[in-house]
């Protein structure tokens, strides 16, 4: 199985910056798209950045200009780096990625145990 595990979480005033890391491990054959969802408080859980193995990058729109998404396939590990954050970017976040465990397999759906970000106005 893969696991990831995720750091870099934490209290953070307005317009200032954070950076979160998932590092994944475990039987891994490869590792397609990684990125990084969010889920605030009686919200649903959304998309907020992605980074595919050639470095296609997708971000949500209130995010763009703020956000990098980052990605070092040797290390099967993706980064997320947050500047100039709101109070509405307040949520705990979760990382993901799409990894097959054998050849040829189609890759499955695998999650971190989430990372608090909480911005204070």
């Known amino acids: 199985q893969v696991q990831l595990v995720e750091s870099g979480g934490g209290l953070v005033q307005a317009g200032g910056s954070l950076r979160l890391s998932c590092a994944a491990s475990?039987?891994?054959?490869?590792?397609?798209?990684m990125g990084w969802y969010r889920q605030a408080p009686g919200k649903q859980r959304e998309l907020v950045a992605s980074?595919?193995?050639?470095?296609?990058?997708n971000y949500l729109d209130s995010v763009k200009g703020r956000f990098t998404i980052s990605r070092d396939n040797a290390k099967n590990t993706v980064y997320l780096l947050m500047n100039s954050l709101k109070p509405e970017d307040t949520a705990v976040y979760y990382c993901?990625?799409?990894?097959?465990?054998?050849?040829?397999?189609?890759?499955?759906?695998?999650w971190g145990q989430g990372t608090q970000v909480t911005v204070s106005s």
């Open positions: 980074i595919t193995s050639g470095g296609s990058t």
């Open positions: 993901n990625a799409k990894a097959s465990v054998v050849a040829g397999s189609d890759p499955g759906d695998y």
């Open positions: 475990g039987s891994i054959f490869s590792i397609n798209a």
